[in-house]
């Protein structure tokens, strides 16, 4: 990999000076990588149920020719939502591995969906076995202990005496967070136990520092490592679930101890590199949590997470094809020219709003660009989030007016384009977040019953 320097970066390699909001960041340039695109495909299906992040990578694509990117509901069967006739049409989903309605439609379309292989997604995904990887790759992991699926003993010989809580994960987890749990003593930790008897469970010590998210791609010949987040989990006010995601937040080296972010990085790119040794191609996201400057790694993502949205904008603005173009490369193509830069870190965030109770939805707020108004939402010009001003955000709706929803589901995306909460182990809403989410919590509630 070579070493260049984005706009705004010019010499902060050869100094080894890497200012407050610059980071490393490893891609294929979006001239380059667009040719690459078109000489492979014509036309890419985003399939999920909300358009966010294939609008995020949308504008990039599109600055060169490029091929049609399509954002379509897998859940929809319209006639409007069938291929066209450009030729060479590929698939892309949020989540392949989370049901099969993608496969589903892809199929009924004739349409390859590109994907991990499916025995190496699943062996990432699962919370125990992909210890063993973490492992393989030197990656260091809170300490854990094991519990049998069948003759167990009781909460206390589970629970080592120096440690003061702990963070109890089943083999699967879902897509918001409700596979995991967190336990303050030992009869937290039995009540667990009972709740998911008759499974292997993975019980860690729980480590009170930020959370952290690093999106990656593995390719043929190299492990993309791209933009590092914070990770917003069970924030009060936003859900009641301990465990769920609540958000990210683009972050850069200064915003952490020393080392901490090129550690991280490295935790990545060798989890990558374990990952293609399995057959695995495409985007993963790893999870860590900081122990002072030491990144622990807790889990793989072996999909595309929420968070991507963000990291487009961030590989918009350094002129670097983004995930999405690098997804399809990598599953495609047997390698890909990457590159290692120095570029600035947008100040982005985005929040999600989960239902607080088991409810029918009246009517959510259409997906679209606002400010706010006397705390209440105002409808404003379109645009996308590389280029989001100050004051306002992008919302998406993530369900649909009139089902019934459950506590803990989620209800609504916002984008920000600054800090949406702190940088700590607990981090609360900024003032701006607060009243974003108080604005579009007074929508739903207003037409849900």
């Not at 930790?189 to 292997?200: G, I, K, S």
Request: contains cysteine; proline residues 6%; hydrophobic residues 45%.
């Amino acid at each position: 990999m070579t070493i260049s320097q984005a706009t705004g970066g010019r010499g902060m390699a050869e100094s080894g000076l890497i200012p407050q909001r610059f980071a490393k960041i490893d891609g294929v340039g979006l001239a380059q990588g667009i040719g690459m695109l078109e000489a492979v495909v014509d036309e890419i299906y985003w399939l999920d149920r909300s358009p966010f992040l294939a609008a995020s990578a949308r504008p990039a694509l599109r600055a060169g020719r490029g091929p049609e990117l399509h954002a379509v509901s897998p859940f929809s069967h319209s006639d409007k939502d069938a291929p066209g006739t450009a030729g060479r049409a590929v698939c892309v989903a949020f989540a392949p591995e989370h049901g099969p309605t993608a496969i589903e439609w892809a199929a009924a379309k004739a349409l390859p969906l590109l994907a991990p292989d499916p025995a190496a997604s699943a062996f990432a995904a699962d919370k125990l076995d992909a210890l063993t990887l973490f492992a393989q790759a030197d990656i260091e992991t809170p300490e854990f202990v094991r519990v049998p699926s069948a003759d167990r003993a009781g909460a206390r010989q589970y629970w080592p005496d120096a440690w003061e809580a702990v963070v109890v994960q089943r083999r699967e987890n879902n897509l918001i967070g409700r596979g995991t749990r967190f336990a303050r003593n030992h009869d937290e930790l039995q009540e667990c136990l009972d709740a998911w008897a008759a499974r292997e469970l993975r019980v860690g010590r729980y480590v009170d520092g930020p959370s952290v998210t690093v999106t990656a791609c593995v390719a043929g010949n190299a492990t993309i490592v791209t933009a590092v987040s914070q990770q917003l989990v069970g924030i009060p006010g936003l859900t009641t679930v301990w465990g769920a995601h609540c958000g990210n937040q683009l972050i850069a080296p200064a915003d952490l101890p020393d080392g901490a972010y090129e550690a991280i990085r490295t935790a990545a790119a060798r989890v990558g590199d374990q990952l293609r040794l399995r057959g695995y191609r495409g985007v993963f996201g790893l999870d860590m949590v900081l122990d002072g400057n030491r990144p622990l790694a807790i889990e793989i993502n072996p999909r595309f997470q929420t968070v991507v949205s963000l990291v487009q904008a961030a590989e918009q603005r350094a002129d670097l094809l983004p995930c999405l173009g690098l997804h399809v490369l990598a599953c495609l193509l047997p390698e890909l020219p990457v590159q290692t830069i120095v570029a600035p870190v947008p100040m982005l965030g985005q929040l999600v709003v989960h239902a607080e109770r088991d409810r029918r939805l009246g009517a959510l707020p259409e997906s679209g660009t606002y400010r706010l108004a006397g705390g209440a939402l105002v409808s404003a010009e379109n645009r996308c989030l590389a280029d989001l001003p100050a004051g306002h955000a992008l919302l998406w709706a993530q369900a649909q007016p009139g089902v019934e929803v459950a506590e803990g589901d989620e209800l609504v995306l916002l984008q920000l384009a600054e800090a949406a909460a702190g940088l700590q182990a607990h981090p609360h809403l900024t003032a701006a977040g607060s009243d974003w989410v108080r604005a579009v919590s007074a929508c739903v509630e207003a037409a849900s019953c």
